[in-house]
């Protein structure tokens, strides 16, 4: 089938999504880690045996619970919708390919994301009005659900760059499905995997810092101590794995990709960074899929 070329004047089809992409991702792996942050230090919280200082631990994350309600159902939400309807107008092909190769994946991911949207909303309204521990249940249903979704959209993610061998074998045939769990985990499925979890993990500690930054000092001195250190840890161990998870990434990535993120880094110095920007470079990356 013949699809209808969508232009964008200077900017280009490509950077559109792009643009909407790097918002959303922001947010999405956001909402993992600060969906395992939250549960986890609700639990911390509960067990303290100092209970005041506890009670101004679930105190705060009331709040933050209200600012992370809105980031990720409002902001997370309308950017996911511009991905979809981004890469229909740009790329209806390999829509179409993603789409009918992973129909059951996308309709967990669906499942799971409805289950991360109705939790999140009933954590944040039901502070102090059900039992405690009901409440925690519900943040780990969250945490869960949270962690589900980007277990299932990684496996499609990945796939985009390195479908695999055993999937190209069959691509055009009409029989991709079969292949599914050959596409799903695909050469680059575990260490991206790995490594967006680092990111999680990271964004939940530096958000969990800034908000602890914000906690006046001298009239709660424990709190913004407690909150501080405990803060540190969520971002000690992801900053250690993370460069090993970036190379066991670049080594899975197929040569002519790695060529391309080589020529960026040698020209970006003297400012002709656009040689891998413009739209025959950006190209190679969706070539496999008959983009």
Same mark, same amino acid.
């Given at each position: 089938m013949n699809y209808p070329f969508w232009d964008i004047p200077y900017l280009g089809s490509g950077w559109v999504i792009g643009i909407i992409a790097i918002f959303h991702m922001m947010i999405a792996l956001f909402a993992v880690g600060g969906g395992v942050y939250l549960p986890m230090a609700e639990r911390k919280a509960l067990r303290m045996t100092d209970k005041e200082l506890g009670a101004e631990w679930l105190k705060q994350l009331a709040s933050h619970s209200k600012f992370f309600l809105i980031?990720?159902?409002?902001?997370?939400? !309308?950017? @996911?919708? =511009?991905?979809w309807f981004a890469i229909g107008l740009t790329h209806p092909e390999g829509t179409s390919t993603l789409i009918h190769n992973f129909v059951f994946g996308w309709a967990m991911e669906w499942v799971f994301f409805i289950v991360e949207?109705?939790?999140?909303?009933?954590?944040?309204y039901t502070w102090d009005r059900i039992d405690p521990k009901l409440h925690l249940k519900v943040g780990w249903v969250y945490a869960v659900a949270s962690v589900c979704t980007l277990i299932i959209i990684n496996g499609i993610l990945s796939f985009m760059?390195?479908?695999?061998?055993?999937?190209?074998? !069959?691509? @055009?045939? =009409?029989h991709e499905a079969s292949k599914f769990w050959n596409a799903f985990f695909n050469p680059t499925y575990w260490p991206s995997l790995l490594l967006r979890c680092c990111v999680c993990t990271s964004l939940a500690g530096?958000?969990?810092?800034?908000?602890?930054?914000?906690?006046?000092?001298?009239?709660?001195?424990?709190?913004?101590?407690?909150?501080?250190k405990w803060s540190v840890k969520w971002l000690v161990p992801s900053f250690v794995a993370m460069p090993f998870m970036m190379i066991w990434?670049?080594?899975m990535v197929p040569a002519s990709?790695?060529?391309?993120?080589?020529? @960026?880094?040698?020209?970006?110095n003297p400012g002709t960074f656009s040689t891998v920007t413009d739209r025959k470079s950006t190209r190679l990356n969706s070539s496999h899929l008959g983009i």
């Open positions: 980031l990720t159902a409002v902001f997370g939400t !309308v950017s @996911g919708v =511009g991905i949207l109705t939790t999140i909303a009933v954590y944040y760059l390195t479908p695999g061998d055993t999937w190209i074998a !069959v691509a @055009g045939t =009409g530096v958000w969990a810092l800034i908000t602890a930054s914000r906690i006046d000092g001298d009239k709660h001195p424990a709190l913004k101590t407690s909150k501080v990434y670049y080594m990709q790695q060529a391309l993120l080589t020529l @960026g880094i040698d020209t970006i």
